[in-house]
């Protein structure tokens, strides 16, 4: 068995590919599912879903896999935004509001984020094969609490002051997250404008920084990046981008649409969707919430804000005022099923490198 | 022998390992005829050489060396500044100039920047064995002039469309240009902010629009990132910043040294230095310069206008107003005679990959 990396053997994986976790419905059980049993490791994006319906979603998941697979949280501390802030960005978001024929003054979202603690709790009791987290650090005694459920234990960072202080935490393997990566930026030690690190110059950094396995994340796309990702030292590929347009994605048509028509520059990253740095399609909303995205209040508030209307515009067809996150390696997305895409991506990279990573 | 790509046979290289071209004074005929005689290609930045001092440096590099080099040249077209854009850069420059103790009140430059067509004439004439252009394109009959005295022509693009473009010109190979590499972009169709592009992203998408070979720039430190250039389908790997610490490198004492104590978030992307995008470790100037970068007048006035500017910040140690180029991959450039850079980034590379490089 080839490409048998570290991480691969802890996990019991066939193929070091992991579909990344991607919030806004896209990673259906379907898709988690077939990345799975098709030797890769697929992952519940469980950031935005209540700990309910993070109950109902793992149970659909397993019943379509025995095999291994992920959930991701994003780490958030509870919120109580500032009433101006919040006025603030509700006239900037107005515009769009009445461009869409919605309610302007409408009351504030009836929560602005799941609550993480909660949403914890219901990770832990249900015992993934895999726990992973965006956006912070959960702190050594979760960590201990999910590895002594079993639970393997993933952080995510953007840099190397984070990957050591989730090391220090206690997890098993690190994603480092480059630049190119498509979403949220999980940056959480500095500023996000400082974290946009290229895949090529981050990956080696952190494998040289920490001695647990890296899972590297970024413009990783098909089997030349998988074995490129190898090549760097890391254990595993995050591939998020690459399985948007999957069969079994539950990714808007729009949004699965537009990534057929893009070219190599039409990604940017911006602030002004979620309060949150993020990669995405340049759109007419970023593109005239650019002088604002700044000022938007952080997220999750922003995130909140803008989730009727990024929902309202979906069903408009309005792709002006959607939001379609993609990496930078996104013209290379293929329409097949999720398990073609990690076979081919496996055995591509086998060509290239042959049986020699056993070692890592 | 191995490692044996489609370019490195064009070549006659031993490793597919080129020394990225650096304006400023840090490639030497040192360090040029260090990389070449070690079965790399070494590369002259003539960009802002004149005419007279090529010939000067071409003669010296062919004194040291027998093997293949190049030499680069900025595309540039003559310049005739508005002088209220000149008055503007001079006066956001005042305080500098004040700060360093010298006249604010100077005649402009005798010249915005060397005649390219000069360049180009003195570099036809010398027929170096490799032509690479930055900034541009040459256009077909300077690539035919060039390729008719046996001359191999390299164009550098940062999208898609570039690379196109210089292929359709005839150019032998295109260098990609990752948004991990250090000093100028060579962005020449649409804007450098959408052409920031990493290089895990940038290289696959560039050798499947082209069909000559193509070199991965950006990142790329040792022979982890070269043989993960090679496994996303590139013919070579350029490496800059892996060679800034080199011994042969004419890099400013202070530079080397920054170079060695910054981590892996230091790095910027700035238009305030020259008026063109280009990456460096993050200074006084580039913060407190940010709200006016895009002000700035272009490439070559504020270059040209900054020239003495930085040259006394460098000569009275003010590592805050001097310009220090580097890459993303900057904390693991290592301090060694640029042949064993080479060297070693080949045999790692070889490990990883084994000799099956051969077809690219």
Chains 1, 2 share one sequence.
Request: avoid cysteine; charge should be neutral.
């Amino acid at each position: 068995m080839a490409l048998q990396t570290r991480l691969a053997k802890m996990l019991g994986l066939v193929h070091p590919v992991i579909q990344a976790p991607m919030a806004g419905g896209m990673t259906t059980p379907e898709l988690v599912a077939a990345v799975s049993n098709a030797g890769g490791l697929g992952s519940f994006a469980a950031a935005t879903t209540s700990p309910a319906a993070i109950r109902t979603h793992i149970a659909a998941i397993r019943a379509k896999t025995d095999k291994p697979f992920a959930v991701n949280l994003f780490v958030l501390a509870p919120v109580e935004p500032n009433p101006s802030e919040v006025a603030f960005a509700n006239a900037l978001l107005a515009r769009y509001r009445i461009e869409l024929g919605m309610e302007t003054n409408a009351a504030p979202p009836a929560k602005w984020a799941e609550d993480f603690e909660a949403q914890f709790e219901a990770v832990l009791d249900l015992a993934p094969p895999v726990f992973s987290s965006t956006f912070g650090a959960i702190g050594a005694r979760k960590t201990a609490a999910l590895k002594a459920r079993g639970v393997l234990v993933v952080g995510t960072a953007t840099n190397i002051a984070e990957a050591k202080l989730l090391e220090a935490q206690g997890v098993d393997a690190v994603v480092a997250q480059g630049a190119e990566a498509g979403g949220h930026r999980g940056t959480f030690v500095g500023r996000a404008e400082d974290s946009l690190i290229g895949t090529m110059a981050l990956v080696p950094q952190v494998v040289d920084a920490i001695n647990i396995p890296v899972i590297a994340a970024g413009g990783i796309m098909d089997g030349r990046g998988l074995a490129a990702a190898l090549a760097l030292g890391a254990s595993a590929a995050s591939m998020g981008t690459a399985f948007l347009r999957a069969e079994e994605a539950g990714t808007h048509p729009l949004h699965k649409d537009a990534l057929g028509k893009i070219d190599d520059t039409a990604t940017t990253v911006t602030r002004a969707v979620s309060g949150r740095h993020a990669r995405g399609i340049r759109s007419r909303y970023m593109d005239e919430m650019a002088p604002h995205a700044d000022e938007m209040p952080a997220y999750p508030v922003t995130n909140a804000l803008t989730t009727t209307l990024r929902a309202e515009a979906a069903k408009q067809g309005n792709t002006g005022l959607m939001v379609m996150w993609a990496g930078q390696g996104a013209p290379m997305a293929s329409v097949k099923p999720a398990a073609e895409i990690v076979e081919a991506a496996s055995a591509q990279a086998e060509a290239i490198l042959g049986a020699r990573q056993e070692a890592k």
